[in-house]
């Protein structure tokens, strides 16, 4: 059946550093991929989605690439900041539902 | 961005007793949702609904019934709350189905069962 894994519990990093949340998907259809964070005491909100036509979407330094062959949508930023201090989902929409499944979550905690 | 408030945002209720959940959007999306949120178990989707009058079932409706009385307004009633459905509750909304729908989320309810 349709569902995704994420990078499971904690993920503790150096400000700096580069980041890197993997999500793998196993879908019966052509899936569309989303990232959402939720910070502390917050509602999830989106990060970035994929995109129909290959591009890669970006925003707050974030990006993620798409790839099939793999089944995966790797959240990555080149360096982490406090800031970055949240629960970020995988998620995906199955078939034409507007439904979505979710990844249990990983906590990312950057440290100074 | 889609406005979605939640009311109330702290519940504490008694075994068996009833709650009701309520969840208002502003932007005329036609889709609903309502999640729990829980530890080790991330968002698990509960009812949704695709317009006024329409409900179905999620992934773990068990417990649960859910009200779409206008396209605004989408309720979830626990009849007869249990300590196992102590969670956060996340009600969302969106657009139709495809690659532009994003679920925007509301603020949350915290229920606890005593």
């Known amino acids: 059946g349709d569902s995704v894994t994420q990078t499971e519990g904690l993920v503790t990093l150096t400000e700096g550093l580069p980041v890197m949340l993997n999500c793998t998907y196993q879908?019966?259809?052509?899936?569309?991929l989303f990232w959402y964070v939720q910070h502390l005491n917050e509602a999830p909100k989106l990060l970035l989605k994929s995109f129909t036509d290959n591009k890669r979407p970006e925003h707050q330094g974030f990006h993620a690439t798409l790839h099939k062959s793999s089944s995966s949508f790797h959240l990555q930023k080149s360096s982490a900041q406090l800031s970055d201090s949240a629960l970020y989902y995988c998620?995906?929409?199955?078939?034409?539902?507007?439904?979505?499944?979710f990844g249990l979550g990983t906590t990312l905690q950057v440290q100074p | 961005e889609a406005a979605v408030t939640q009311s109330p945002r702290n519940k504490v209720a008694v075994t068996g007793g009833k709650v009701t959940l309520s969840c208002n959007q502003t932007n005329n999306h036609n889709n609903m949702y309502w999640y729990r949120q829980d530890t080790g178990h991330g968002l698990r989707l509960i009812h949704y609904?695709?317009?006024?009058?329409?409900?179905e079932k999620g992934d773990i409706p068990d417990g649960y019934k859910a009200s779409r009385p206008s396209q605004e307004n989408f309720s979830l009633i626990l009849e007869l709350a249990t300590p196992s459905q102590t969670s956060v509750y996340f009600c969302a909304s969106g657009d139709a189905p495809g690659d532009q729908d994003t679920q925007y989320f509301g603020p949350g309810t915290r229920l606890l069962v005593l």
């Open positions: 998620a995906f929409l199955t078939g034409n539902t507007g439904k979505l499944i």
């Open positions: 609904s695709y317009g006024a009058g329409s409900t």
């Open positions: 879908s019966t259809y052509s899936p569309f």
